[in-house]
Every structure is written in C-alpha cells, then in structure tokens.
C-alpha cells in the first residue's frame, strides 16, 4: 500500500509558492516515487488570501490559524514558510503531535528558539520523526561537486572559505517597508535572510564547526515608508560583514547586503586550499571553477566544469538530458524530495539535508554575530 503523505502548508507567500511547485512535481520528475504526496491545507491569516492561495495552488481546504494544520489528522507533514517569528511554537507542536516538520532558514526568531525546536526534534527523532530546515543550496549539483572534491582531499588543507551574497533589493531608498525589516518579526536582517545560507553552506561544504565570530551589522538605511506612506524605522541590518575561525584551522570571511546596488541575486562562493581551489557563482549555478596545484605548471589555472553529466553528478538523471542546466526551482524540488523520501523510506535526512541540529548551529553563529556587532570583539562558541 502506498504511503500518503498530506501536506499542511503555513503561508501563502512567495516560499509557499516554491514549496508547492516542488510538492506538485516531485511525483513525475523523481518517478516512481515511494509515496503519494497530497496537499490538503494552506494557512495564513488574511482570509481572503488564504483562499485564494489554496484555489491557485490546489489544496483542498484553507484555514487562517495553524493550528489547525497541527490538529488535522489528515496532515502528515508540516512545511513552515511563515514568518520568523511564527517558526517556533507551530513546528514544536507539530513534532508533538506527530507530524513530519520542514521550516525554511532561519529555523528561528532567537536562539532560545532554536534551542527549543532542537531538543523537542531530538525526542521526536526516537519515534521516526523527521525534521529539517530548508536550505535549499545543499542541493545544487555544482556544490554537492565542490563537497566530493573536498572530500576526496583534491583542495588539502583548507587555508580560506569566501562568500559574497548580493542583493540591491533595498539599495533604493524608496523601496517600501517589509515585515522583514521589523526585528520583532524577522530577529536579523540580511544576516538570517542571505548569510544565515552562507554559514551553513561553511558546515556543509568543509564539515568543520565555526569556533569564534566577529561582525558588524551595520543598518545604512534607517527609515523606510510603508505601502500606505507611514514611515518605520528599519530594525534589522542591511549589510552583514561575518569573521569566522573553524574548528579545522581555516578562516572564513561572509559579506551579504541588499544594498549592492546594480546586483539583483549573485552569490558567489571560493574555497582555498594548500593543493587546490574551488569557485561557484550562483547566476551561473550549473558550473564549478577548479583548480588544482596538481596540474603540470604550464597549464595551471581554472577549469571549467559543467555541472551536467547525469551518470557522475547528483540529481542530473532525473532531470534533463547532459547539458541542459538546472536553477534555483529545481534546488527546491531537489531539497523537498529529498526530505519526503527520507520519511518515506526511514533514510537520514543528514548530512544532505540541514536537520534542526544544523538550523541550531547556524542559530548560534547569528546570534554570536549580532553579539559581536553590538559589542565589539570576537565571540567565542562553545558546543
């Protein structure tokens, strides 16, 4: 008999939109899946939206408070595209009652936060719960490349890990006021938004935990309007500037702003090493630079790889033939079936998905960067 898997969707934004089309896809892209995935509820708090969504979308039913996701028999799965501040309590309680949980980056509004959802996921991990938060760039075929490549010793030692994420989202000043600019609502800025991605994307790629961060969030745009013409005071940082020290002896510099006037979305990413050095670019994701000391000196220099070869990379055979690339909905796809295999078939959703564990450990590099901008000085981590 076929599992089903029901899916309880809270928010109805533009996450919610990602989360769905990937929800609708997964069956035929990733065919025969070993499970029948059905959305049954979407949830937000204006009525008429909720509605709306669950007609574009195709869910059977809409509600305005989740809860009621929670409360719903029919519903195995909860996806949290909420708001920050609605991530803890609803994800807690779905663990409780049972439900398979995925809550997109950051896991939470504080680290007190995280540090709840963790250990309630830990205890609901012991009776075949799965729980992971989405980010999403773990399933990039070109980094699951630069992973293997690091691995399998290609780079050495790891010397340095740099990381540009940029945005001009709010480089115009009249750009309106968003809840994500509000601290009650979002806890940090461009810091969870952008760099929360590339602080996991440290863990993931070089295996190593952060030891020590040094930061400075600064806010260069101190009041916006709202859509309404009321002005706000902007809470959060726009630029996020992070030190790191790793466990493994490397050091790490992460720089994100949605600022950068004249970048809509580029993040790009260099790792270097004592015998080699890797280079992505998310605008051109389906490629990875290489280079290698290795290499005779009279043609050293970085090669091109194109990230598209069905029989050696991952995810390429499920989806296009050699050559034809992949973007940032297929991460997505990619990430949630992932998650839903792993429910499932009983798989771990470690170390390819980032479980409640990794949302803790980013949780405690952000709140040691706020730390560290609002106090000055290095601050040191302790596990």
Known sequence: MTLKLGIGMLGYGFMAKAHTNAYKKIKYIFHPFPAEIELIAICGRDKNKAQEAAQRYQYQKWVIHWQDLVEDESIQVLDNTATNDVH??????????????????PMALTLAEARKMYEVAKEAEKKGIKHMVAFNYRFVPALRLARKLINEGKLGRIYQFRSNFLS??????????????????????????????????????????????????PTLISHRLTPEGKSCPVEVDDVSLIWLK????????????????????TWRIEIHGSEGALAFDLIRGNELQFFSRRDPVEIQGFRLIHVTEPEVHDYISYWWPRGHGLGWE????????????????????????ATFLDGLRCQEVIEAALTSSRQGGWIELVY
């Open 246 to 265: 790793l466990a493994n002896g490397a050091v790490a510099c992460l720089e994100a702003s949605k600022v950068a006037t004249g970048y809509k979305t």
């Open 88 to 105: 803890c309590e609803p994800c807690i309680a779905a663990l409780e009652a049972g439900k398979h949980v995925i809550v997109e980056k």
């Open 330 to 353: 297929h991460y997505h796809i990619n990430m949630l079936e992932h998650f839903l295999r792993c429910i499932a078939t009983g798989d771990n959703v470690a170390p390819w998905g």
């Open 168 to 217: 001009d989202r709010l480089s115009n000043p009249q750009a309106p006021w968003a809840w994500r600019l509000s601290k009650e609502k979002a806890g940090s800025g461009v810091l969870g938004d952008l760099n929360s991605h590339a602080i996991d994307m440290v863990r993931f790629l070089l295996q190593t935990e952060v030891q020590a961060v040094l930061a400075w969030n």
